[in-house]
């Protein structure tokens, strides 16, 4: 059994794959595998991975399917991993040689079911460091996760026991998975490095505005649905209220008014607003709203019918 697994999901990153790769194949961490897939890219990733796989066998496993996405790759590779811990890397990012070893040694050491790690936001022209906020249970966790896949070590067995598995064909794919996989974690660890550097591309996934940008409807209707069928829902209500005011508000609603399609545009800002208040006509008495001062939650409680309209004109602009 390796230590950990680590699934790389590729798709046309041939500018950037060579990068990813040597700092996964030079990981000071013994006895790791690095499971490729190739979601059916168009450009040199493949030939770069195969590559790859042919010199440094002893670690990498090469895989390739039809293209369906980020989601379906990182699922395909999940029946492959052998490893006690998996970790997801973005194939366009890359990470710290000793990054692995430093995060396996800590998960053993406190015997956790999941450990993270700081990030870096690689910008052309500069560096922002992510650091963790904290949370001491499992529903302060739900509100301040950071929802990405890749900062992560988790145990193999969790997901597969669980079979946890990202969402086909919709963005905000890590926000379904890390809230569905929270209630199933005992012990959670940290180590305060920033090991993980997250490219910025303007043409990412993340960074390009359409109709997919309302996949955040469907994402979190997935996550109530789950809860509610694991009778979970009770115990974190109040999180997973927060959370739909705070994604609908804020990242999702800046997505939104950046669509460039403007009929379709005006009707996500309205749907935005008439979810909002259909499934949470409380919202604005929520306890984490009411209790937990920051600068996100003061703008949150600023929004009403009124100010919706101003904020969505603003956001058009920025």
Known sequence: MAKVSIIVPIYNVEKYLPKCLDSLVNQTLDDIEIILVNDGS????????????????????YLEKENGGLSDARNFGIPYATGEYIAFLDSDDYIEIDSYKK???????????????????????????????????????????????????????IIIKNNLKFPKGLRYEDIEFTYKLIPLLNKVSYIDKPFIHYVQRNNSIANVQNEKTADIFAIL?????????????????????????????????KRICKVGNKEKRKDLINKTWNELNTKYPNWHKNKILKTVNSGKNLYIKSVNKFSYKIYTKIFSFI
């Open 42 to 61: 168009t450009d040199n990733s493949g030939i770069i991975a195969k590559q790859y796989y042919e010199n440094h066998k002893n670690k990498i496993k």
């Open 221 to 253: 209707e997935n996550v109530e649905k789950y809860y509610i069928e694991k009778n979970l829902y009770n115990e974190y209500k109040d999180q997973l209220e927060y959370n739909y005011a705070r994604y609908l508000l804020c990242s999702s609603l």
């Open 103 to 157: 995060m396996h040694e800590k998960a053993k050491e406190e015997d956790a079911d999941y450990i993270e790690c700081d990030f870096i936001w690689e910008y052309p022209n500069k560096q922002i460091i992510d650091k963790r906020l904290s949370y001491n249970n499992k529903q302060e966790m739900l509100t301040n996760v950071r929802v990405v896949a890749w900062n992560k070590l988790i145990k193999r067995e």
